[in-house]
């Protein structure tokens, strides 16, 4: 595929995050795997903060996040300009987030759906691309610095 995507999660997103890289691995994605390394319990922003620079430097063209509820992951990532990181519980919201939004990472809440949803909304996530049109002007406006 030679798409390079990074990814990152806490230590409740960890045997999702293991799960998900072999399934990428398998489709030919590029990983890099920004942590944890196990479920010992960490701080997620240690592990947000260099999957966001990844997409900002344009190292990794998405990011896939992982942690309890998916709010702090988000709420991390999003502190990053040109990161549009969306919380995602079913395949239609992941595939929206791409066609409306142009979300570059999405965020999965491992205490609440279960790996084969993950791996269905990963698979939309990235096989879905970025309609455009009307969706380009709101998008445009999100950043802070255009208000």
């Known amino acids: 595929m030679n798409v390079n995507i990074a990814i990152g999660c806490d230590h409740a997103g960890y045997s999702y995050k293991e799960y998900l890289k072999t399934h990428l691995t398998d489709q030919a994605f590029r990983i890099r795997d920004f942590g944890t ?7 997620y922003p240690d592990f947000v903060h ?8 344009g190292e990794a063209a998405f990011g ?11 709420m991390t990532a ?6 549009r990181a969306a919380i995602c519980w079913m ?9 409306h939004n142009n979300a570059n990472i999405i965020c999965l809440p491992a ?10 909304m990963v698979d939309r996530f ?20 255009n208000c």
């Open 50 to 57: 260099p999957v966001a620079k990844a997409i900002e430097n």
């Open 78 to 83: 999003n502190k990053h300009q040109s990161v």
């Open 64 to 74: 896939i996040l992982i942690c309890g509820s998916a709010n702090g992951v988000a």
């Open 91 to 99: 395949p239609e919201i992941a595939e929206l987030a791409r066609q």
């Open 126 to 145: 990235l096989n879905t691309d970025f309609e455009g049109g009307r969706h380009a002007g709101r998008v445009n406006k999100i950043p802070a610095e």
């Open 111 to 120: 205490r609440f759906i279960d790996r084969d949803t993950a791996r269905q």
């Open 37 to 43: 390394h196990s479920t010992d319990s960490v701080d």
